[in-house]
């Protein structure tokens, strides 16, 4: 593709991810029309189509040769068909999980393709003006409480649509608060921690109680904000909920590490782009040479890095795209 080209493309790209994004800033607070898709946890509102259609029509406007996978397309009934012809691939609403508890953290994703392996232009746009700050919270490392909070997260994972791992009680109790999260729930933490986020939670018509008391959900499940780090690891860990956003958190230099498998092309196709301009890699869970259509990712701060915790993992491979 010619530079020329090349340039329209991130030009365009960005240009739309920006008006994608307003699209989503403006249904984010707003009530939703929720659908199943796969599964209970695998969701689409109204907006994840409003924005896909209406970017695959702007697109087409400029790139009519180009060939396009959007996710709700697929979803639809449209084949994942990746070829030499140049390629967008979009994810409208990243994050969809997140978008429909109003979780601040999702993004519209765009990814544009020349050849199968070489990504070209990528576009990842937050529906927020601002940079969520996630601050970090010391968590002690003694077993007993790992292995306490790894049950517990193995008990609610299941009966809840996501949890997340932010590391801030105030912040966490601050999105409870303003309905971005529906239970958040730590042990460890000091009266500092807590004290302010007590008083908005409770002054927001939320309650506040011990770990030992229980709470009924009568409407759906609920998006669970847990303790902020379940192993005993180098650093803390964090889960987000949307690929594309945790591989510019590695890109920006705010994460060292993202792995996951289980997710799709559209997740990863402009986030491959943005890590390795960053001078980041991304590559297979395995360690080997990253693969769009595998629906498995691993994107590091350094190749050493990459391969050191890719050695390490429990390796699972998902139906390919």
Same mark, same amino acid.
């Given at each position: 593709?010619?530079?020329?080209?090349?340039?329209?493309?991130?030009?365009?790209?960005?240009?739309?991810?920006?008006?994608?994004?307003?699209?989503?800033?403006?249904?984010?607070?707003?009530?939703?029309?929720?659908?199943?898709?796969?599964?209970?946890?695998?969701?689409?509102?109204?907006?994840?189509?409003?924005?896909?259609?209406?970017?695959?029509?702007?697109?087409?406007?400029?790139?009519?040769?180009?060939?396009?996978?959007?996710?709700?397309?697929?979803?639809?009934?449209?084949?994942?068909?990746?070829?030499?012809?140049?390629?967008?691939?979009? &994810?409208?609403?990243?994050?969809?999980?997140?978008?429909?508890?109003?979780?601040?953290?999702?993004?519209?994703?765009?990814?544009?393709?020349?050849?199968?392996?070489?990504?070209?232009?990528?576009?990842?746009?937050?529906?927020?003006?601002?940079?969520?700050?996630?601050?970090?919270?010391?968590?002690?490392?003694?077993?007993?409480?790992?292995?306490?909070?790894?049950?517990?997260?193995?008990?609610?994972?299941?009966?809840?649509?996501?949890?997340?791992?932010?590391?801030?009680?105030?912040?966490?109790?601050?999105?409870?608060?303003?309905?971005?999260? &529906?239970?958040?729930?730590?042990?460890?933490?000091?009266?500092?921690?807590?004290?302010?986020?007590?008083?908005?939670?409770?002054?927001?018509?939320?309650?506040?109680? &011990?770990?030992?008391?229980?709470?009924?959900?009568?409407?759906?499940?609920?998006?669970?904000?847990?303790?902020?780090?379940?192993? &005993?690891?180098?650093?803390?860990?964090?889960?987000?909920?949307?690929?594309?956003?945790?591989?510019?958190?590695?890109?920006?230099?705010?994460?060292?590490?993202?792995?996951?498998?289980?997710?799709?092309?559209?997740?990863?196709?402009?986030?491959?782009?943005?890590?390795?301009?960053?001078?980041?890699?991304?590559?297979?869970?395995?360690?080997?040479?990253?693969?769009?259509?595998?629906?498995?990712?691993?994107?590091?701060?350094?190749?050493?890095?990459?391969?050191?915790?890719?050695?390490?993992?429990?390796?699972?491979?998902?139906?390919?795209?």
């Amino acid at each position: 593709m010619a530079e020329a080209d090349l340039e329209l493309c991130l030009s365009t790209a960005l240009k739309l991810a920006r008006e994608a994004g307003g699209m989503i800033k403006d249904a984010f607070k707003k009530k939703k029309n929720v659908m199943l898709k796969a599964s209970p946890i695998d969701l689409v509102t109204e907006t994840d189509e409003a924005v896909e259609k209406f970017l695959f029509s702007e697109l087409r406007k400029v790139f009519p040769q180009h060939r396009y996978i959007g996710e709700e397309s697929v979803a639809a009934g449209a084949k994942v068909d990746l070829t030499d012809a140049p390629t967008w691939i979009i &994810d409208p609403v990243d994050g969809t999980m997140n978008f429909v508890h109003s979780f601040p953290f999702t993004c519209v994703s765009i990814g544009e393709l020349a050849s199968e392996h070489i990504g070209q232009d990528g576009a990842v746009m937050p529906y927020l003006s601002k940079s969520l700050v996630i601050g970090e919270m010391g968590t002690s490392p003694i077993p007993e409480k790992r292995e306490c909070v790894f049950e517990n997260a193995r008990i609610l994972v299941g009966k809840a649509h996501g949890y997340r791992f932010l590391g801030s009680a105030a912040l966490c109790m601050c999105l409870l608060a303003e309905g971005g999260a &529906d239970v958040y729930y730590t042990f460890g933490v000091y009266c500092w921690d807590v004290a302010a986020g007590c008083v908005i939670c409770r002054e927001a018509g939320g309650v506040v109680l &011990d770990t030992a008391d229980v709470l009924v959900f009568r409407f759906g499940r609920p998006l669970l904000c847990l303790d902020s780090r379940p192993a &005993d690891s180098p650093g803390p860990f964090r889960s987000m909920g949307s690929c594309a956003l945790n591989m510019c958190l590695v890109a920006s230099g705010a994460a060292e590490l993202y792995h996951e498998a289980g997710i799709h092309c559209w997740d990863v196709a402009a986030g491959a782009v943005v890590v390795t301009e960053a001078g980041g890699v991304v590559i297979d869970t395995a360690g080997g040479e990253f693969d769009l259509l595998s629906r498995r990712v691993l994107c590091a701060s350094s190749p050493s890095l990459g391969q050191e915790v890719a050695s390490l993992l429990h390796q699972y491979q998902p139906p390919r795209d």
